[in-house]
C-alpha cells in the first residue's frame, strides 16, 4: 500500500517521517537546524537531504514504497537566488525584526487599514516584504544580482527536483505580498513596494503535485527517482489540518515557547481584528485567523528560574500546592501578542502583600498564561466562534496547566497525543497530492492525528467570568498606566 514522506522545516529543527494512509507516523528523524537571524540556504538544502537520507536508511520501508514527499516549512523565511539557481545572499529568517522599520513601507504608501483588507495582516518585521525591503536598502549590489525572492519551501523543492520556483498559497500568505482573498500575488502591493510578480514563486494550491525527485537528490537521499514532490505548508497550517482543525468552531492551540492559536473561517474577515491575522489554510476553501500568545511556555520556565526550581513540573507542583490568593499575573515577558502586538508591552505581577509566598506566585503565573489564552480567544469576536480547542505541543502534558486552560477560558480541550503533527498534515498534503484523497479537508477529516483526553471546563462560570474580569482590568491598567508614564517622559 505504500507510504509518504513528509519534512518540516523547523526554526530549530528539521524533521523527517513516514506516514500511511491513516495518519500513523512510522518512522522519524531530525536534525538541529541553523536558527541565526541569517543562515547559509545551502546549508538548510544539506540538512533536508541528510534528515530524508538517514529516514530512508533507516525507516524501514524500501525507497520504492515510498510514494510521495511534501514538505512545510517555518513561514516568512526568504531565500535570496541568482539568476544562477544559487542563493546570492544568506536566507534572512523570519525572526529577523532588523527589518522593522521597513515593515512601515507598504502600509505606509496604501495605508494600513487597506494594507491589511487585501494581505490578512497588519504590518510587521515578521514578513517576508519587510526582508525584502530591508536587503534592497542596505544591500543594493547583492539585490541587484538577485532575480529571485523564494520561500524556504520553494528552496527546498527545488533541491529536490522541482523545475523552477513554486510556493504553496498558506507559505505565501505570511510574505505580506498575497492578496489573501483571491490567494494570489497582489499586484498593487507589488507596485508599491517596487517587485514584480517575476521576481517571487509561482503560487500553487497547498497539497498539488508540483514535480518529480531528479537523480540527483536520489542520489543524496536514497530515495527513488521519479518520486513524486507536493506542494505543502507553513508549519502552522499543517499542524491545524493535522489536527484535524479545518471546520469554524473547533481552534488549533499550539503550545510551545509561544501559544498559536488558529482559527478556521469559511471567507477572510474584510480586515482581521487587531493584531490577529488573516492566513489561507492548507484546506481548500478556508482561512485561518490566528493568534498569537507571545511567552506561554516561556513564562513557565522564567518562573522556575526565578523561584529557584528545576524546571517547570517543579512549578507546576508548587502551584497546584496554593491558591493565587488575588494575584494576578500578565505574561507579556515578550510583549504583548494578539490582540495588541505590542512590543514594548511588560509582565506584572499584580496584588502582591506580604501574605503571599512563592506558591502564589507558582500559581498566579499558570493563571496567567490560561487567562490571556482566553483574553486572545475573546478578543477574536463574535464572529469566530470557539467552542473547542485542539490542543498540541511540548507544553500541553502538566495535568493542572490543562485544567487552567478548560476551566478559565471555558471551553473543552481535546488533547493531542502525537508531538509532530505538522508532519501527519505534510503527510496528508502529500497522499492529496498523489489522489489518495479528493482534497486536504477530506484527508483531515478521515484521518488526522488521534485525540486522547477531552477535558470540558469544570469552574463554575461566574467563578470563571469573574476571574477573567479580575486579569482583563490588570491589563488595561498596566496599559493605560504604560501610557501615561510614557505622556509624562514625552513631556517633559
Same mark, same amino acid.
Given at each position: 500500500?505504500?507510504?509518504?514522506?513528509?519534512?518540516?522545516?523547523?526554526?530549530?529543527?528539521?524533521?523527517? $517521517?513516514?506516514?500511511?494512509?491513516?495518519? &500513523?507516523?512510522?518512522?522519524?528523524?531530525?536534525?538541529?537546524?541553523?536558527?541565526?537571524?541569517?543562515?547559509?540556504?545551502?546549508?538548510?538544502?544539506?540538512?533536508?537531504?541528510?534528515?530524508?537520507?538517514?529516514?530512508?536508511?533507516?525507516?524501514?520501508?524500501?525507497?520504492?514504497?515510498?510514494?510521495?514527499?511534501?514538505?512545510?516549512?517555518? &513561514?516568512?523565511?526568504?531565500?535570496?537566488?541568482?539568476?544562477?539557481?544559487?542563493?546570492?545572499?544568506?536566507?534572512?529568517?523570519?525572526?529577523?525584526?532588523?527589518?522593522? +522599520? $521597513?515593515?512601515?513601507?507598504?502600509?505606509?504608501?496604501?495605508?494600513?487599514?487597506?494594507?491589511?483588507?487585501?494581505?490578512?495582516?497588519?504590518?510587521?518585521?515578521?514578513?517576508?516584504?519587510?526582508?525584502?525591503?530591508?536587503?534592497?536598502?542596505? &544591500?543594493?549590489?547583492?539585490?541587484?544580482?538577485?532575480?529571485?525572492?523564494?520561500?524556504?519551501?520553494?528552496?527546498?523543492?527545488?533541491?529536490?527536483?522541482?523545475?523552477?520556483?513554486?510556493?504553496?498559497?498558506?507559505?505565501?500568505?505570511?510574505?505580506?505580498?498575497?492578496?489573501?482573498?483571491?490567494?494570489?500575488? %497582489?499586484?498593487?502591493?507589488?507596485?508599491?513596494?517596487?517587485?514584480? &510578480?517575476?521576481?517571487? %514563486?509561482?503560487?500553487?494550491?497547498?497539497?498539488?503535485?508540483?514535480?518529480?525527485? %531528479?537523480?540527483?537528490?536520489?542520489?543524496?537521499?536514497?530515495?527513488?527517482?521519479?518520486?513524486?514532490?507536493?506542494?505543502?505548508?507553513?508549519?502552522?497550517?499543517?499542524?491545524?489540518?493535522?489536527?484535524?482543525?479545518?471546520?469554524?468552531?473547533?481552534?488549533?492551540?499550539?503550545?510551545?515557547?509561544?501559544?498559536?492559536?488558529?482559527?478556521?473561517?469559511?471567507?477572510?474577515?474584510?480586515?482581521?481584528?487587531?493584531?490577529?491575522?488573516?492566513?489561507?489554510?492548507?484546506?481548500?476553501?478556508?482561512?485561518?485567523?490566528?493568534?498569537?500568545?507571545?511567552?506561554?511556555?516561556?513564562?513557565?520556565?522564567?518562573?522556575?528560574?526565578?523561584?529557584?526550581?528545576?524546571?517547570?513540573?517543579?512549578?507546576?507542583?508548587?502551584?497546584?500546592?496554593?491558591?493565587?490568593?488575588?494575584?494576578?499575573?500578565?505574561?507579556?515577558?515578550?510583549?504583548?501578542?494578539?490582540?495588541?502586538?505590542?512590543?514594548?508591552?511588560?509582565?506584572?505581577?499584580?496584588?502582591?502583600?506580604?501574605?503571599?509566598?512563592?506558591?502564589?506566585?507558582?500559581?498566579?503565573?499558570?493563571?496567567?498564561?490560561?487567562?490571556?489564552?482566553?483574553?486572545?480567544?475573546?478578543?477574536?469576536?463574535?464572529?469566530?466562534?470557539?467552542?473547542?480547542?485542539?490542543?498540541?505541543?511540548?507544553?500541553?502534558?502538566?495535568?493542572?496547566?490543562?485544567?487552567?486552560?478548560? +476551566?478559565?477560558?471555558?471551553?473543552?480541550?481535546?488533547?493531542?497525543?502525537?508531538?509532530?503533527?505538522?508532519?501527519?498534515?505534510?503527510?496528508?498534503?502529500?497522499?492529496?497530492?498523489?489522489?489518495?484523497?479528493?482534497?486536504?479537508?477530506?484527508?483531515?477529516?478521515?484521518?488526522? $492525528?488521534?485525540?486522547?483526553?477531552?477535558?470540558?471546563?469544570?469552574?463554575? $462560570?461566574?467563578?470563571?467570568?469573574?476571574?477573567?474580569?479580575?486579569?482583563?482590568?490588570?491589563?488595561?491598567?498596566?496599559?493605560?498606566?504604560?501610557?501615561?508614564?510614557?505622556?509624562?517622559?514625552?513631556?517633559?
Amino acid at each position: 500500500m505504500g507510504v509518504v514522506l513528509s519534512l518540516d522545516l523547523g526554526t530549530t529543527t528539521f524533521k523527517a $517521517a513516514l506516514c500511511d494512509d491513516s495518519g &500513523r507516523l512510522l518512522a522519524r528523524s531530525s536534525l538541529p537546524a541553523d536558527s541565526g537571524m541569517e543562515f547559509d540556504a545551502g546549508d538548510a538544502c544539506d540538512r533536508a537531504l541528510r534528515v530524508v537520507a538517514a529516514l530512508v536508511r533507516d525507516g524501514g520501508v524500501p525507497p520504492r514504497e515510498i510514494l510521495a514527499v511534501a514538505v512545510a516549512s517555518q &513561514r516568512a523565511t526568504v531565500v535570496p537566488v541568482g539568476a544562477d539557481g544559487a542563493a546570492s545572499a544568506p536566507a534572512m529568517s523570519w525572526q529577523d525584526a532588523r527589518a522593522g +522599520d $521597513a515593515a512601515a513601507e507598504p502600509a505606509a504608501t496604501l495605508g494600513a487599514e487597506h494594507y491589511r483588507r487585501v494581505t490578512g495582516l497588519p504590518p510587521s518585521f515578521l514578513w517576508s516584504v519587510s526582508k525584502i525591503l530591508r536587503f534592497r536598502r542596505e &544591500r543594493p549590489e547583492a539585490f541587484a544580482r538577485t532575480g529571485r525572492f523564494v520561500l524556504l519551501h520553494d528552496w527546498v523543492l527545488h533541491a529536490l527536483g522541482v523545475e523552477g520556483f513554486v510556493t504553496d498559497v498558506a507559505n505565501a500568505s505570511l510574505t505580506g505580498l498575497l492578496d489573501v482573498a483571491r490567494a494570489d500575488w %497582489s499586484d498593487e502591493i507589488l507596485d508599491a513596494v517596487r517587485l514584480t &510578480r517575476d521576481r517571487l %514563486s509561482r503560487v500553487v494550491a497547498s497539497g498539488t503535485r508540483v514535480g518529480s525527485l %531528479s537523480a540527483v537528490a536520489a542520489g543524496a537521499t536514497g530515495l527513488e527517482a521519479g518520486t513524486p514532490l507536493v506542494a505543502g505548508g507553513g508549519d502552522q497550517q499543517c499542524a491545524a489540518l493535522g489536527l484535524g482543525v479545518v471546520d469554524p468552531g473547533r481552534a488549533a492551540l499550539c503550545l510551545g515557547t509561544a501559544a498559536v492559536v488558529s482559527c478556521p473561517v469559511e471567507r477572510p474577515p474584510e480586515a482581521p481584528r487587531g493584531g490577529f491575522f488573516c492566513t489561507v489554510h492548507v484546506a481548500p476553501g478556508r482561512w485561518v485567523l490566528e493568534g498569537i500568545h507571545n511567552a506561554f511556555g516561556a513564562s513557565l520556565r522564567w518562573a522556575a528560574a526565578a523561584l529557584g526550581l528545576p524546571g517547570v513540573e517543579a512549578l507546576e507542583e508548587l502551584a497546584a500546592a496554593g491558591a493565587s490568593g488575588g494575584v494576578r499575573f500578565v505574561p507579556h515577558l515578550a510583549g504583548a501578542g494578539s490582540p495588541e502586538m505590542d512590543a514594548g508591552a511588560r509582565a506584572a505581577f499584580v496584588g502582591l502583600g506580604l501574605e503571599h509566598d512563592r506558591r502564589t506566585l507558582a500559581r498566579a503565573v499558570f493563571e496567567g498564561v490560561a487567562l490571556e489564552t482566553r483574553r486572545i480567544l475573546e478578543s477574536l469576536g463574535a464572529g469566530v466562534p470557539v467552542d473547542r480547542l485542539v490542543v498540541s505541543g511540548g507544553a500541553s502534558r502538566g495535568a493542572l496547566l490543562i485544567r487552567l486552560l478548560a +476551566d478559565l477560558t471555558g471551553r473543552t480541550l481535546e488533547l493531542c497525543e502525537e508531538p509532530d503533527v505538522t508532519l501527519v498534515g505534510a503527510a496528508l498534503l502529500a497522499w492529496t497530492g498523489i489522489g489518495r484523497f479528493g482534497d486536504a479537508r477530506e484527508a483531515a477529516l478521515a484521518r488526522a $492525528a488521534d485525540v486522547g483526553a477531552i477535558v470540558a471546563p469544570a469552574l463554575d $462560570a461566574g467563578a470563571r467570568d469573574r476571574l477573567y474580569a479580575g486579569y482583563a482590568g490588570s491589563v488595561g491598567g498596566l496599559r493605560s498606566a504604560a501610557a501615561g508614564a510614557a505622556g509624562r517622559v514625552g513631556s517633559s
